[in-house]
């Protein structure tokens, strides 16, 4: 999720290219009622989002039934080491800074797979 309307949607294509099944919103309430009904494996959550920002989301997915063990991925501008722990702290499992490389994404998931 990316409030980036043509970022999100470019990474998307890429993502289904790649044979992933994908869901794009652009806020993080959103977010939350779109990961409640489709249980994801992966959510790739863009940092400064409308309404809940990214950390605030990641937290509050965290604690969501079902979805404690999803893969939690922040696509951010931010690139300091503080915003990487802040990150951590908040439930993310990777922090990846934006451009990002859809094939680092791609490989991600594909580990995040393996293990089950």
Do not use: W
Request: charged residues 25%; negative net charge; aromatic residues 2%.
């Amino acid at each position: 999720m990316d409030d980036n309307v043509d970022g999100a949607n470019v990474l998307a294509r890429l993502l289904k290219a790649s044979g992933h099944r994908v869901e794009v919103v652009h806020d993080g309430l959103r977010a939350l009622e779109v990961a409640r009904t489709t249980a994801p494996e992966v959510v790739l959550l863009d940092i400064g989002l409308p309404e809940l920002d990214g950390y605030d989301v990641a937290r509050r997915m965290r604690g969501l039934k079902g979805l404690e063990h999803v893969m939690l991925v922040a696509l951010t501008g931010y690139d300091q080491e503080a915003d990487r722990v802040r990150a951590s702290a908040a439930g993310f499992d990777h922090h990846l800074v934006k451009p990002v490389d859809p094939e680092t994404v791609c490989t991600l998931i594909a580990q995040h797979q393996a293990l089950g």
